[in-house]
Structure formats: C-alpha cells, structure tokens
C-alpha cells in the first residue's frame, strides 16, 4: 500500500531568521548525504557506487515497480519499505520548497493576466506561452503598484516578455540580451506585431516597441550601467535600437533624476545572471523591484574571489556548505517531470545511464589515458527527447501510445530486412540519444553518443549469445563505438565489448533506484540556493520586502519559483504576506 506524500513540519521563510534556519536543515541533511550527492552516474560500474547505499535500501528498491522509483523525488513512500528509507525520502521532501502553482491574484489582488493572441504568441511552445501570461501579468501588477513604466528584461532571449509587456500592458520595455541575433528577431517581430495591432485599433493610438540592447552582462556592475544608460533620455515612445557593449561599461555612481523607476525581470535569465539582476536591485536607486525566475544553476560561479553567484547571502557564505557543479546540476532535477515520465521513458533512460557507465569501464581498460580527461561524448538528441516529454505529459491520449517511446523487441532488432542477422547490428533510431535534461545526470561525463561512426569492427565475442541478453548489449555496443569514434580513439583489435558488458549487466539493475534516490535531493539542493536568494534580500533590512512565489505550472515549466521584490519606499502593495505564498506545506 502506497503511503501519502511527505508529511513533515511547517517551515516558514517569512523572516531572515526562520530562512536561516530552514538553510540550516538543509544543510545538515545534506551533509549527511556527501556521497550520494556527489556521485557521478557514469562511474556507476567503475566505483560500485551502489553500495555507499543501504544494501536494505537498494534489495527493496530494486524489485519496485518503476512507477514507484519515478514517485521517490515527489517524496511518496511504501509502507513495506524499511523505516530508514522510508526517513530519508519523507525528511527530504519535507525540506523542499511547496512547488505548487498558486494564482497571481492571490499574490496580488489587483493583478491581472491577459490572454496572449496568436499574433503574439507566434513562435511560443505552450510552456513558453504559460510562462509568458503569468508573469507579464505579475511584472505589470508591480510596476504599476510602484509607479514603474519601463521595465527591464534582462537575459530577454527572443523578446517575447518584453512584447507582452509592451503590447499588452503598455509598458517601456529595454530588452537586454548577449545575442545580436535574438535582438534582431526581438525588432523584427516586434514590428510585425506592431502593425497588427495599429491595424486593430480604432482611434490612433502610438504603440510602443522594446528597445534592445545587446551586451555580455558578466558584473552587477555592467548590468547597471547598460540599464541606466539605456533609460537615459527615455521619456517617450520607444524605437527600436541595438546597441553593443562588448568592452567594460563604468557604474554610474551619481543618481540621475531623469532616470524613471524601474523594475528588473527576467524569465529564467541564466546562471549568474539572475544573482547580479539582485544586486543591482539593491545598489540603483532607480531600480524600485524585482521579478525573477532563475535557471542553469550549473553555470553560477560559486565561492570565488570576486562577487559569487553562491554563495550570495552572509548566512550562508558563513556556512560550510561546499555545493560544486555536480551537486548544482542536481537541482535541476524536478519532481514533477519524474513523476510524469512514462514506463517505457523511464526505462529508456537508465539504459542510457547503464550505457554511459559501462562504456566508462571500456575507457578505463583499453583507453586510460582518455578516460583521465574526463571526456564528453556529447548530448546529441537532448531537445528531441524534451520535445517528446513535453507532448506526454500535454496529451491524456499520449500516455497510452508507447510505440515512438519503448525499444523494438530484440528479434526485430537484430534482424535485417531479409529476415538474417546482421553482423554489425545497430541501434534503433533514438534508442541511444541523450536523456532530457530531467534525467540526464548533468555531469561532465556526458551521457550520450550517436550511432553512426566510423568505427565498424570491435571484438563482440562469442556469436552464439541468445536474443534477450543480444537486445541491450546490441544497443550498448552501438554506444561504445559510436563514442570511441567522437572521441577519436580509433580501432583497437582486442576491445572485448561482450566481457565489459556480462561484467556489469547484474548491477545495471541498481541504477535505477540508486539514480532516483539521488535525484530526490535535487529539489532539496534548489531550495537551498532560491532560499540563498531571498536571505540576500531579507538581510537588506526593512526598507526592502521580498517573497518567493511559485508562479508556474511546475509539470510545465519545472523552475517556476518567482523571487519577487520592491522597496518600501513609498505605498507598499496590495497585503499580501510571505505566509500566503509559501503556506504550510504537507508533502
């Protein structure tokens, strides 16, 4: 009998200490569990990673139906399982932030969100468009509760808030992006836009269009010098205007009082990126609020010498907790599209895995000096595998149709058109692509190669091997080759695939369970760097109110916490507390 979801104590973020303390526990849970968080997949085999695990814990999980391993990171446990598992799971749900999507109205009672026409939706996914909606709406609700028109989009992408915003909401819009090209389409679409709604229009009305400013943003400092010299002279309509800063821009220490108030946003502005909108945040005068929704936690800078992406807070740069890239890829990791993976994905996915850490076993006997350089076969397939999930978890109908998503079975596989088995049998088409970024390990050992090199002799062993135990081992040597030749190691006569694999094939069965348990600490490992975020804000004292809201479907957009900001300046907005957005959490 499957036991509810997590249930633990409430915790509360809605002052800077209650934050401290509940980074506190994160972190001694954390710290209990060094190991597992730091554990690369793709040495799986080499390092018998499976048993730095409970062995009660891995003899229980691997004979549980996949559907229950996919439910471990949402913190749903069985009664039959042992207690200490059953501890594990439910203590670090309990941690996590309540994901859950809540209405903006209930943030902000006089916000609205406006319906994207085809027109502006044009080039959107649905997550995008849902994305879009909810925060152009959040943006607007703020801007106007704080006397903001113009909003800066940092990180702006292809401009589809800074549209939003501008044909929707009426605001100024500057649209910063490093790519002189997403600046392009921002002005060229923007225009296209523009017409459409003039021509809508009955009396005349002057529609504003963003403004793009292409610049490498890698300082808080630089973020607010582009940002206050675009709003410079901006009193009036805006036109369309690409500027390039590729060289240092000086701060703007003096306040400029023909500079309007602004507010910050950024959709999933990447990386350090999202840390230094914070900063310049609190350090311009101008700048009257924030909304941001962060994202690519493997790429923030941690610990340097200059201004870090984390650690960012004083709490925590106290603290002794060491993240590193791994366990920062780890965040990345969401309940959500875990717990909507289909069988037949799920399954998919840890052959991969298996691939991967078997084929780091070949570079380690034949290949030593490669395996040294910690080497990356690449991600290849990685959007076409996004693509797919995202369709299953949009379609009811998609969940019960697993011919694009499972293997063949092994005797269609292994057999030419004329019904012979082939001497050098190949993957099926898709079988060996990466895995989605939600199960992918994120490690530097990447987890994918393509079939199709031009190696095409290798050892396989005796031929006499019977079909079920041909099916994956077909597959894994595709991989192994199609690796070796990326990696440009060449042809090596006595390469024994078929020993590697008999070798590991009794453990892969591990892998599954042993990479569910450590991607339940991936929801556990974000937390603690949003909460990082907010304890910045919060340790800048009264004069600035900050929250965290989940404002996204999480099943659809998996980074979907909106840390939202403003100064106490003048009239607060509409009362709506910390409590009301993170409420006690059950789960």
Known sequence: MAASPATGGARSCETAEQTREWM?????????????????????????????????????????????????????????????????????????????????????????????????????????????????????????????????????????????????????????????????????????????????????????????????????????????????????????????????????EQPNHSIPQLVLAGLHACGDLSVNMLRVFVSCEQVQALVSVGCCYNLLSENTDTCPGFPISKAAKSSKLVLGKSIRD???????????????????????????????????????????????????????????????????????KADDLSYPNCKEQNMNTDGSLPTEPTAPKGAVECCSNELCTGDTYSTSAVVGSSISRVNVGPSDTNLDECCKFTLFKDFTISGLGRLGCGFVEDVNLLEIWKDVQHFSEFIGPFWCLRAALGPLVETYILLDRLLFLQEQGSAVEASLFPLFDPAMSPRNMALVAWKLTGDPLEPSHVMLLMPEYVG
């Open 330 to 400: 780890l965040a990345c990791q969401s309940a959500e599209r875990w717990r909507n993976l289909t069988k037949e994905m799920a399954l998919q996915n840890f052959d991969i895995h298996a691939f991967r850490a078997a084929f780091q076993m070949v570079l380690e006997k034949y290949f030593p000096e490669v395996s040294r350089l910690s080497p990356s076969i690449g991600r290849q397939g990685k959007a076409l595998r996004r693509q797919r999930l995202r369709k299953v978890m949009e379609s009811h109908s998609a969940m019960g």
């Open 24 to 252: 506190e526990a994160i972190a001694s849970f954390l710290g209990r569990h060094r190991p597992l968080l730091e554990a690369h997949v793709v040495n799986f085999f080499k390092d018998r990673l499976w048993e730095m695990v409970d062995a009660d814990w891995m003899e229980c999980l691997r004979r549980e139906p996949v559907e229950s391993l996919l439910m471990l990171p949402s913190g749903c446990v069985q009664d039959h399982w042992p207690s200490s598992l059953q501890e594990f799971i439910l203590t670090a749900r309990s941690l996590v932030l309540p994901r859950e999507q809540k209405s903006p109205q209930s943030f902000l009672p006089n916000s609205r969100v406006a319906s994207i026409g085809t027109v502006l939706a044009q080039g959107m996914n649905s997550k995008k468009k849902h994305e879009i909606e909810a925060l152009s709406g959040i943006v607007d609700a703020i801007a106007r509760s704080r006397g903001a028109k113009t909003v800066v989009d940092v990180g702006s992408g292809q401009g589809y808030l800074a549209q939003a915003l501008s044909f929707e909401y009426q605001l100024a819009v500057i649209a910063i992006d490093a790519s002189s090209h997403h600046a392009s389409v921002t002005n060229t679409r923007a225009e296209r836009i523009k017409k459409h709604y003039a021509a809508k229009c009955v009396e005349k009305q002057q529609f504003k269009v963003p403004r793009t400013v292409t610049c490498h943003v890698l300082s808080s400092d630089t973020l607010a010098a582009v940002t206050l010299d675009a709003c410079q002279d901006d009193h009036g309509e805006h036109i369309t205007e690409t500027n390039n800063c590729n060289q240092s821009i000086p701060q703007i």
